[in-house]
């Protein structure tokens, strides 16, 4: 059956359930103009379609950034800011206003709020147990490490602030626990380019890559090494980074929210 929905994707995130190692499930932050919601797919490994399950939304889900699948059913999404006027939108991203939120959408087919109080929620991430959840801060600018609760709250255990970069995606290696987060390092460039990329533009925001070593006791954050930084010819926006390994080569994906395609970088070079 034909999709017939809009489909103005935003953030997203793939599920593999053990129990069933052949179904994938895809979960899109979905702009649509009625109202914004999250759309749920499911994936035959092996076939070229997806088919639609659901879509839901909520008067919670106002202004959703990123979404994390907990199972094939529930997912936690970050609610960016609290504002929705553009004037409102922008002050509160100058000043940092911790008003963003993050919502918990659970077994019970009902949304919840689960932690409040963070500046510009933005990527959010699991660990492979499920036990922890990573949620960039971007005003902050931080990583937020939170453990959830039965009824889907959210426990703020530790947080790691940089300084000169500000983070936007992150993604967890589930072999080692660790995660990558992308970011960039010159905010006011990065803004410039979202604001004239369509009519032409000579800002290329310089981005970077960090490492993120949880130590030994949550609340000690991470120990933080960066593995790749670039001046914004590589992939200009750089939003997204991710491990990638293929024929025993490990490789870092690079993605951009306002690019077509993805750069490569393998053991410090580009492919």
Not at 244 to 251: F, L, N, P, S
Request: proline share 4%.
């Amino acid at each position: 059956v034909p999709f017939t929905q809009e489909f103005r994707v935003h953030g997203f995130d793939i599920y593999w359930d053990s129990l069933d190692p052949t179904e994938l499930t895809f979960m899109f932050v979905n702009h649509q103009r009625t109202g914004d919601g999250i759309s749920i797919f499911r994936h035959k490994i092996g076939t070229k379609y997806l088919q639609h399950v659901k879509t839901v939304k909520s008067p919670l889900l106002y202004a959703p950034n990123d979404v994390v699948a907990m199972s094939r059913s529930t997912f936690y999404a970050t609610n960016d800011m609290r504002s929705t006027s553009r004037i409102m939108r922008q002050i509160e991203i100058f000043f940092g206003m911790a008003w963003g939120h993050i919502v918990y959408y659970g077994h019970e087919s009902m949304f919840t709020t689960a932690a409040t109080g963070i500046s510009y929620p933005n990527g959010i991430a699991r660990s492979a147990d499920g036990n922890t959840i990573y949620v960039a801060a971007s005003s902050e600018p931080s990583v937020n490490m939170f453990r959830p609760a039965s009824d889907g709250t959210l426990a703020l255990v530790g947080k790691t602030v940089f300084k000169d970069f500000v983070p936007d995606n992150v993604s967890v290696d589930t072999t080692t626990g660790q995660v990558l987060v992308s970011g960039f390092l010159n905010t006011f460039e990065m803004f410039r380019y979202n604001h004239e990329v369509l009519s032409g533009t000579s800002a290329r925001p310089a981005a970077a890559v960090r490492r993120l070593r949880p130590l030994a006791y949550p609340r000690m954050g991470f120990a933080v090494e960066n593995v790749l930084s670039h001046d914004g010819t590589l992939l200009p926006a750089t939003t997204m980074a991710t491990l990638q390994t293929k024929r025993g080569v490990q490789r870092i994906l690079l993605g951009s929210v306002m690019a077509d395609h993805i750069a490569i970088c393998r053991a410090g070079s580009r492919i």
